[in-house]
């Protein structure tokens, strides 16, 4: 090896044709392989760090979307008020699903007693299966992986869900049950 | 540019050296992302905020040791 050539391996100058001409006058093999054997190494690695700054980049989008998303949703109006049912449609006991506001997963409405009315998601915030009615015991039931929320408030009190089912607020004027709003329980 | 102040197998070691810190503060934004997204699910916006901001300072961090390492040829 010569003088020069341990040189450049040694201080790992970029890699140049040996005939000294540009890029573009080099043989096709040697313009789609232009990095040398001992540079290869390195260059891998700093394409591997390239690639891991893209990544970086993904997640800060992905964060900076939720906060958006979070902003955006505190400015959607809220759902209109809408009768989802007779008082008397449903006895004391009884159940009944409702869509509110249009397009949204089944709602569950619960009569609870004479004049006391809870309504939640019907998902099930584990795995979405739809949860049932178990109102002698005061609870819903999701049947799929045995999870029970509280019928008064939503919180999960056994089972694999973690999170509260979403609530809807209800209104009860001259005789039929309004949903007037729908509350993210939080967790 | 600095030009070859550095053999190539000092470079090697910092680049080495640049990637583990990267993965480190890839990993960090992944349990921020993770952590976030669980609680927004679960209700608790107030976190999502100052998580996007130290998943900013990461990927400016990251940037900085990219630009390193480019300015290492």
Redesign the interface.
Known sequence: MKRSDSTQAVTGSPSLPPDGRALEAQPRWRRDFPIDVAEDDYVSRRELVKFIVLTSGAFAVGQIWIVLKGLWGRREALAERLAVAAVDEVAVGGAKTFVYPQGSTPRLLVRTGERAFVAYDQQCTHLQCPVVPAIAEGKLHCPCHNGWFDLETGQPLAGPPRRALPRISLEIEDGTVFATGVENAPS | MTG?R???SQ??TI??G??VF??I??VL??W??TA??NG??????AT??P??LA??V??GA??W??RY??RL?
Do not use: E, K, P
């Open positions: 070859n550095f053999a190539r470079r090697m680049v080495n640049t990637l990267a993965i503060l890839v934004q992944l921020l992302l976030t997204v927004v699910l679960g209700g608790d916006t999502s905020l998580a996007a998943s900013l990461c990927l990251n940037l040791l990219l390492v480019y040829d």
